[in-house]
């Protein structure tokens, strides 16, 4: 069980372009969705928290015009990257949690931006 | 602000060899994990630790958990190529209800024959 997937598992978008990356918990409800970035041989970051039907909560430094997370249920939870530039070309993983449990983490999307 | 050092970042070991790997968080924590990723992939779950004195093992990993130093170990005993990997420790941040992580920098460990 705790399954999470990610959808898309590696995206190329043109510079100034949007891209959605969807994350399912698939076997459980998850109360907190967490999304990170992880730079090439670095660790990884968290960008922001997000608990289903409220607003996310963004890390300091992370702009949340640029990387919009809905939480809209309990299984879903979506980072929309707008106006997308090179410098976002990165891993981006996400993970779930149901109440105080562990953190389930996703496969990760890779996004290249041109 | 809470800090995970772990050293050492990187690590070459012969096959048969033992070595461990070591955590370091600065403020008091309820949780400390272990992580493995494999290049291009994302995290596996290796150990949780809960309390201190805390110890589990897995095959030929390790892991235990020393609150009052606040520091972590992974043991690897009799290495085998196929744990060449990147292994990350990571923290719950105190305070709060969402238990955020803090991951340490990772270990890059090759096994070598």
């Known amino acids: 069980g705790a399954v999470v997937s990610q959808h898309p598992s590696r995206v190329i978008c043109k510079s100034g372009t949007s891209v959605k990356i969807e994350c399912r918990s698939l076997d459980f409800q998850a109360t907190t969705m967490f999304w990170y970035r992880q730079f090439p041989k670095q660790s990884l970051m968290l960008m922001a928290t997000?608990?289903?039907?409220?607003?996310?909560?963004?890390e300091q430094g992370v702009e949340k015009d640029k990387f919009l997370i809905n939480h809209a249920s309990l299984t879903l939870s979506t980072l929309t990257v707008t106006s997308a530039h090179p410098e976002d070309s990165s891993f981006y993983i996400c993970?779930?949690?149901?109440?105080?449990?562990?953190?389930?983490f996703g496969p990760g999307t890779r996004l290249t931006v041109l | 602000e809470l800090k995970v050092e772990q050293n050492p970042l990187f690590l070459s070991m012969q096959e048969g060899k033992n070595y461990t790997i070591y955590c370091n968080y600065s403020?008091?924590?309820?949780?400390l994990y272990w992580y493995r990723q494999d290049p291009g992939k994302s995290l596996e779950s290796l150990f949780v630790l809960l309390s201190n004195g805390a110890v589990k093992q897995e095959g030929r990993l390790m892991a235990s958990l020393d609150t009052k130093a606040r520091l972590s170990t992974l043991h690897i005993t009799a290495a085998v190529h196929d744990l060449s990997a990147t292994y990350f420790c990571?923290?719950?941040?105190?305070?709060?209800?969402?238990?955020?992580?803090?991951f340490g920098k990772g270990t890059l460990l090759t096994v070598n024959p």
């Open positions: 990571a923290v719950d941040r105190p305070g709060g209800s969402n238990y955020k992580l803090t």
């Open positions: 403020t008091t924590s309820d949780r």
């Open positions: 997000s608990n289903e039907g409220s607003k996310a909560t963004y």
């Open positions: 993970s779930a949690k149901r109440g105080t449990d562990t953190q389930y």
